[in-house]
């Protein structure tokens, strides 16, 4: 068992940056590929990044890459999501979440956190 917490969310102008924080329970995380999702009102749940348990991998969507950068720290049990040059578009509630290889197939993560609030005024 898994357990996630995201932090960091807030309210931020277009153009801005904010860092995204998911701490883990248990001792097994290091085990995991990690993830992140987004979901904006009245939209589905979108993959946004994910990283490999040894953080040597990742992946990323093209609505994002090159702009929004998944990392680990297996010692902290922390994955983080650094979001640089934030669109209005990315307002989403973020979630973390746990699976058993790396994926951005929603279907494969076992374990999710209750999810952050990003909002990106214009």
């Known amino acids: 068992q898994v357990q996630l917490v995201e932090s960091g969310g807030g309210l931020v102008q277009a153009g801005g940056s904010l860092r995204l924080s998911c701490a883990a329970s248990?001792?097994?995380?290091?085990?995991?590929?990690m993830g992140w999702f987004r979901q904006a009102p009245g939209k589905e749940r979108e993959f946004v990044a994910t990283?490999?348990?040894?953080?040597?991998?990742?992946l990323y969507p093209d609505s994002v890459k090159g702009r929004f950068t998944i990392s680990r720290d297996n010692a902290k049990n922390t994955v983080y999501l650094q979001m640089n040059g934030l669109k209005p578009e990315d307002t989403a509630v973020y979630y973390c979440?746990?699976?058993?290889?790396?994926?951005?197939?929603?279907?494969?993560?076992?374990?999710w956190g209750q999810g952050t609030q990003v909002t990106v005024s214009s």
């Open positions: 979440a746990a699976a058993r290889r790396t994926t951005g197939t929603i279907g494969e993560y076992d374990y």
């Open positions: 990283i490999a348990w040894h953080g040597g991998s990742t």
């Open positions: 248990g001792r097994t995380f290091s085990m995991y590929a």
